[in-house]
């Protein structure tokens, strides 16, 4: 009588349990290699961001000289949702995170006009839309935009004119922390330059992933945390303004 070889049924179901095993470790590898690369890539972006933001102002205080950081010269202006700094041919108008989260009425907003019937709503050049202002860029060589007007509201933007300086790669990036400071003793009286020094923060949007203090990301287990997606860095640096006083 010829015996017949093969599997049993115990063998077989050992043998599917480790190739599930198997498939089970290859996809968890996979997603951790994917999270790692997305944080990795948000990073990336927030550091380019802050190049961008400060190869900016660093030409800008190059090109027009120096100014006061005292709220009676209206160039800067530093408030809880957000603030403007007016720096000669340019002024730069900001919000906040957590103003933009919560939809402060105080912050600072586009005017209405053709590309946005009133309602925030600018279309660009590209045919892209973007509703709130993060970090922009505007052309006011008077600086009228860090000048309020009787009720101690500031001139909201035109979007013809603006540039936005945040939000341009494939995250949504937004300003969480920005100031600027000097002190007399940082001036050249022959030379008439002074040191600034600029201190922001950058990170991603969600809020609810953020701590109190809105400069560090949650720690997993944490209620909202998102360990895989939050990013936000701090920046400083010294700037030194030459060229006149504004």
């Known amino acids: 009588m010829q015996q017949r070889q093969g599997f ?48 900016e102002l660093t030409s800008s205080l190059r090109t027009n000289g120096s100014f006061s950081t005292d709220a009676s010269a209206n160039r800067y202006v530093d408030k809880s949702w957000g603030g403007r700094l007016c720096a000669g041919q340019y002024s730069y108008i900001w919000n906040y995170g957590k103003a933009l989260n919560s939809l402060d009425d105080n912050r600072n907003k586009y005017a209405a006009s053709s590309t946005n019937s009133g309602g925030n709503r600018v279309v660009q050049s ?79 949007s969600d809020i609810a992933a953020l701590n109190s203090s809105q400069t560090t990301c949650k720690g997993p287990g944490q209620s909202g945390a998102d360990p895989n997606y939050c990013s936000v860095e701090q920046f400083s640096l010294v700037l030194r303004a030459v060229g006149g006083v504004n």
């Open 126 to 204: 590209n045919g892209s839309v973007r509703y709130e202002i993060g970090f922009v860029k505007v052309a006011d060589g008077g600086g009228t935009y860090c000048t309020p007007n009787g009720d101690g509201r500031y001139p909201d933007v035109d979007p013809a004119g603006a540039t936005e300086l945040l939000k341009t790669g494939n995250h949504s990036l937004v300003l969480h922390d920005f100031s600027v400071t000097s002190t007399a003793t940082a001036k050249d009286t022959l030379s008439n330059q002074q040191l600034y020094r600029f201190s922001y923060v950058i990170g991603t």
């Open 8 to 55: 049993t049924l115990i063998e077989l179901m050992l043998a599917m349990t480790l190739i599930s095993l198997l498939l089970l470790g290859i996809a968890m590898t996979i997603v951790q290699v994917a999270n790692i690369y997305n944080h990795g890539m948000i990073t990336k972006e927030v550091n380019q961001t802050s190049r961008t933001l400060g190869d």
